[in-house]
């Protein structure tokens, strides 16, 4: 027997759950299928518990900052603690996000979708028929070249580990291995970050990331650029890491060298659907240029847009819009910020240097330090950078970026700016409370 639905969406990470209930309030009859835990990888192994994490080891660093001036004691990150309070959320996350979704009277499958042709998947020994698909089933590691990758841990599995291991070593240079890298050395661990290039997080302004990895370096991060890892061998005690350089045993080795569009299971050539290694292909209202009968959203899709929840959110919001309107929009990300969780954060959004020079614009760029400012000197910042790029002719904003243990405060501001193309001058004319890190906004801008 063949279940039908008008609607069934594979995943259910930030995409699907944008789709599943505006399509469920349409009256279509939906189904989410999700073979691991409901709610994707965002509340169950990334961005949410990392950030629980992340917020205890910024308490540490704050009042370790402080102590003596104030502040007694001694105060310090402790990484079986956090865990086990992480684990009070994501221990039953998933099952409310899936009772949620029953309470809307959509029904909920678990296992690997695998499609048997343009209209019908398969759910382990279930079959399930209809109008439309989406498939969100966000990213995956990637593969790697060498022998013994496949014993390296996931994102996954360090977020669940009780304990942290003496030694760790992560691979690639990438703001998973940085946001890792710095949760484990301010636990305690002896940490490693080992990759094939020569420089890291490739999509930051390159000054701020020099800034971020001096201050990692003085946490005791070693870092190891332009190695090439030959092998990894692992055993129950340790791992092994061979590269044309080194030798390098630690106790435990993640991988945080990419991810990958997760749709190896889905047997998408059953469905007509076209692909390739960068994800599904789509126009530009997220519908499969192969198989109208489906839409793609999220990370797992060939748009090339950045690998965050709130653009996933958006993707799955443009599909319901198409799916139910004969009017279809198009997907327009506009400015998306982007933070690195580290101590200090790394943040930007908008247009780099790199790529105004590229289109030939006119720009002014302020570089500040902040790092003797009120705002900072209070709470003994290292160093604290900006950069703020406006266009000559408008005034505009175009771009920014900053590190500093509030980036994510500013960078959600010229986020504001930039999607609602504000001059400096608007920007400023705001006003804010002082003191406060907003209140320095005139201090930040290239004002015309």
Not at 12 to 21: I, L, N, R, T, V
Not at 164 to 173: V, W
Not at 413 to 442: F, K
């Amino acid at each position: 027997m063949v279940q039908a639905y008008d609607v069934i969406i594979i995943g259910s990470g930030p995409a699907a759950m944008a789709a599943a209930f505006p399509l469920a309030e349409a009256t279509k009859r939906v189904a989410v299928i999700e073979g691991n835990r409901f709610g994707g990888t965002c509340p169950n192994f990334g961005c949410d518990p990392k950030k629980m994490l992340y917020t205890r080891s910024e308490a540490a660093w704050q009042a370790g900052k402080l102590r003596g001036t104030g502040i007694e004691g001694t105060i310090s990150f402790n990484w079986e603690d956090a865990m086990k309070e992480k684990n009070t959320y994501t221990d039953s996350v998933y099952q409310e996000i899936e009772q949620s979704l029953k309470k809307a009277n959509i029904d909920t499958y678990h296992g690997y979708a695998s499609f048997i042709n343009e209209e019908t998947v398969q759910v382990d020994h279930i079959t399930l028929s209809a109008t439309t698909f989406i498939i969100a089933t966000g990213l995956m590691p990637s593969p790697l070249p060498f022998k013994g990758a496949e014993t390296l841990l996931t994102n996954e599995a360090f977020l669940n580990l009780p304990s942290l291991p003496k030694s760790i070593a992560f691979i690639g240079g990438g703001y998973i291995s940085f946001e890792f890298a710095h949760l484990a050395a301010r636990a305690g661990a002896n940490v490693h970050i080992i990759d094939s290039g020569h420089r890291g997080l490739k999509a930051f302004d390159q000054d701020h990331v020099q800034a971020l990895i001096k201050q990692s370096e003085a946490l005791g991060i070693t870092f190891h650029w332009n190695e090439e890892i030959s092998s990894i061998e692992s055993n129950a005690h340790d791992v092994t890491i061979k590269t044309d350089k080194q030798t390098l045993t630690v106790d435990k080795a993640v991988h945080g060298a990419g991810r990958t569009p997760n749709i190896k299971k889905l047997n998408l050539e059953a469905a007509n659907i076209h692909y390739d290694e960068a994800g599904i292909h789509v126009n530009n209202t997220l519908q499969s240029i192969s198989n109208p009968r489906v839409y793609a959203a999220g990370d797992v899709t060939a748009t090339h847009s950045l690998p965050l929840t709130p653009l996933s959110s958006h993707e799955g919001s443009v599909v319901v819009h198409n799916i139910l309107e004969e009017q279809k929009q198009t997907l327009q990300q506009g400015a998306m910020p982007s933070v690195v969780f580290t101590i200090p954060k790394l943040a930007k959004v908008g247009k780099t240097k790199e790529l105004l020079d590229q289109e030939g614009i006119a720009y002014d760029v302020k570089n500040t330090t902040m790092t003797d400012w009120l705002t900072y000197s209070m709470i003994k910042e290292d160093q604290a950078l900006a950069k703020v790029y406006v266009c000559k002719k408008t005034g505009k904003i175009l771009g920014a970026d900053f590190l500093t243990i509030y980036a994510d405060q500013w960078i959600n501001l010229l986020s504001l700016a930039i999607q609602l193309e504000l001059t400096t001058e608007q920007l400023t004319s705001v006003h804010y409370t002082y003191p406060s890190v907003l209140g320095d906004s005139g201090n930040v801008l290239p004002i015309k």
